[in-house]
């Protein structure tokens, strides 16, 4: 991997323009002789989500997860709105669920109906899709997919997770040499 | 044996499929990364693919804490600007 040449389109430098220009926006917003520890925490938490987000919108919506994400900042977005009094009526989206159920449901019955040559793949997979529950809530929109994509949609979240801290990395260390 | 044929079509999803992402998964884990060789289960896989992510949010969230530290302690635009050039320059 070639770090010294930032290809202009790539994920990472889409990411860090974001990141950065959240980063100013968040500097300039208070004044910086008041760093309050509560100050602190605010700016933190909009650091944090600045990330997320930064990430999540390089991604597009190409990926169900990146989707996920934007889908929660911004419903998270318009219930503090509705709740600081702009909005008389909150309105709420609500996912379905059920169709994950019945997913895994076919796909655990297809699982155990395989042959006892497959045997010891069968059931490591049947412990897979009660082991995916715990990488399904680690993973946004992990809850409603199916147990391939789960896998596919993880990868690609890990590569993104790991870019962001990358970039987050440099960018700390940079701040911290002035 | 109409049944099984239904079952085998509704069973989109091969054993070789997941075999493959599980596997990708593995070199994307530094923890199993050098383990390429020997064979890990794919509940283990699972696991460590966890508590990976789990470690990256982590580090998410520390970095994130020490940039807001460090952004009080920071003045001028202009030192942004440099550090936002270097940065998208390299």
Known sequence: MDSQHLNPSSLKSRFTARFLRALIKINAQKPISSSSPRDIFQRYQRIKVAADKSMAYSVRSRRTWSRATLWKLRSRSRRRLASSGRRSSIKTRTTTTTTTTTTSTNHRAAIVEKTSHEKENKEDHVGLAVQAEELRELVPGGESMDLCNLLDETAHYIKCLTTQVQVMKKIANLYSLE | ?90
Request: positive net charge; proline residues 1%; charged residues 30%.
């Open chain 2, 1 to 90: 044996r109409r049944s099984r044929s239904k079952q085998s079509s509704v069973s989109s999803i091969t054993d070789d499929q997941i075999t493959d992402l599980v596997s990708k998964l593995q070199h994307l884990i530094p923890e199993l990364r050098r383990r390429r060789f020997n064979k890990v289960s794919t509940s283990k896989v699972l696991q460590e693919t966890c508590n990976y992510i789990r470690s990256l949010h982590r580090e998410v969230e520390d970095l994130s804490d020490r940039l807001s530290q460090l952004l009080a302690s920071t003045d001028s635009d202009s030192d942004q600007a440099a550090i936002i050039r270097s940065l998208l320059m390299q």
